[in-house]
């Protein structure tokens, strides 16, 4: 691979990443919110563009990144998503009590609650999987893994585009479709293609 | 929007209707059916908001509330307001307030630009007094730049 082309994937990456999260953070409707309503905005925000990276290190397909320690990184991320959902009901509990124990309860009138409680759940899940990460063999794991990952991103993914706020429209829906993207990519060639082509 | 409660293009259609006929008859009567609360309506409510001339000013919302059944206007009804707007949440205290409906039934409230709230741009409204049954809605605006909100009442006897 080419310098220019392994800057290239990364700028797109990091980009793709960013601005989304850049562009919310000039959105006129942040002066009207309280910072505990801010910060759990901000912690979706982040998540969304966090799952855009989980894929591509858990498969090492960040160029100039070696194995080890892209899979350190998808680690550190995968806490970092427990932190950041727990920053986002945590401020919406905040910032309205009965709105968010609605959406909890499954009891909210908006229609995306449900997805993001959905997200909560696979993630929670996720997280009792890592747990046990010794005690599964590794290669059930690695699909219960890869299909809790599936399951959380596509619901967080409908959470996020029904969702009226402080992302940008065109930004959150690019990012979506990148997140959606690389997620079924490194699935299909991981669980898939390679696995075929080894036969 | 799918909302259960009648809007002015139904009120109109209504009355349309019932002056085509020439007469009130029962069967127009029985199609008026109080409005029903709605999911999350009640949320951040504080009772007994203040009555208020405005609460600031660029966005309307505005109404009228009838008895059900015969749909005659309700004149001296309280109607409380509150919504997330430009000046904070829906807690916020300066964003809560009451009027009351003049002869005709009909109720206006000025207030700040409603924003969006927990992903969807909203208000509240309740009718909560003795008289009638309680009724808590929470309308969806259409778009979040929209700058009024009708949202009418149709009140069932308590």
Same mark, same amino acid.
Request: net charge positive; hydrophobic share 55%; aromatic share 6%.
């Given at each position: 691979m080419t310098r220019g082309l392994r800057s290239l994937i990364w700028l797109a990456v990091l980009g793709a990443a960013t601005?989304?999260?850049?562009?919310?953070?000039?959105?006129?409707?942040?002066?009207?919110?309280?910072?505990?309503?801010?910060?759990?905005?901000?912690?979706?925000?982040?998540?969304?563009?966090?799952?855009?990276?989980?894929?591509?290190?858990?498969?090492?397909y960040l160029p100039g990144l070696r194995l080890p320690l892209a899979r350190k990184?998808?680690?550190?991320?995968?806490?970092?998503?427990?932190?950041?959902?727990?920053?986002?009901?945590?401020?919406?509990?905040?910032?309205?009590?009965?709105?968010?124990?609605?959406?909890?309860?499954?009891?909210?009138p908006t229609p995306f609650s449900v997805y993001g409680v959905l997200a909560t759940l696979g993630l929670i899940a996720t997280i009792l999987l890592v747990a046990l990460r010794r005690r599964v063999r590794y290669g059930h794991w690695r699909l219960l893994h890869n299909a809790l990952?599936?399951?959380?991103?596509?619901?967080?993914?409908?959470?996020?585009?029904?969702i009226e706020g402080t992302m940008g429209p065109?930004?959150?829906?690019?990012?979506?479709?990148?997140?959606?993207?690389?997620?079924?990519?490194?699935?299909?060639?991981?669980?898939?293609?390679?696995?075929?082509?080894?036969n | 929007m799918h909302t259960p409660y009648l809007n002015r293009r139904l009120f109109?259609?209504?009355? @349309? =209707? &019932?002056l085509a006929t020439g007469l009130v008859s029962p069967l127009h009567a029985a199609s008026l059916r109080p409005t029903k609360t709605m999911r999350g309506g009640s949320n951040n409510y504080r009772p007994n908001a203040p009555f208020v001339d405005k609460l600031g000013d660029g966005f309307i919302v505005s109404g009228r509330v009838v008895r059900a059944g015969d749909g005659a206007p309700l004149p001296k009804t309280r109607i409380q307001i509150w @919504? =997330? &707007?430009?000046?904070?949440?829906?807690?916020?205290p300066r964003n809560h307030g009451s009027v009351l409906t003049r002869a005709d039934g009909t109720y206006r409230l000025e207030m700040m630009q409603i924003v969006p709230n927990f992903g969807q741009p909203h208000a509240h409204l309740a009718y909560d007094d003795p008289a009638f049954k309680t009724v808590f809605l929470r309308p969806v605006m259409p778009s979040a730049r929209d700058t009024s909100l009708t949202v009418d009442f149709v009140l069932a006897p308590a």
């Open positions: 601005l989304p999260v850049v562009i919310a953070a000039f959105s006129p409707y942040l002066a009207y919110r309280n910072p505990a309503y801010i910060v759990a905005g901000f912690a979706g925000i982040l998540s969304l563009s966090l799952f855009l990276l989980q894929p591509l290190l858990a498969a090492g990184l998808h680690r550190i991320i995968g806490a970092a998503l427990l932190a950041c959902l727990a920053l986002h009901i945590g401020g919406l509990y905040l910032t309205s009590p009965p709105d968010t124990l609605d959406a909890l309860l499954l009891v909210s990952a599936l399951f959380v991103v596509i619901a967080t993914l409908i959470h996020a585009l029904q065109v930004s959150k829906w690019l990012l979506c479709g990148a997140v959606l993207i690389a997620t079924a990519t490194t699935l299909i060639n991981e669980r898939l293609l390679k696995p075929l082509r080894r | 109109v259609t209504a009355t @349309a =209707a &019932t @919504a =997330a &707007t430009t000046i904070g949440g829906e807690r916020e």
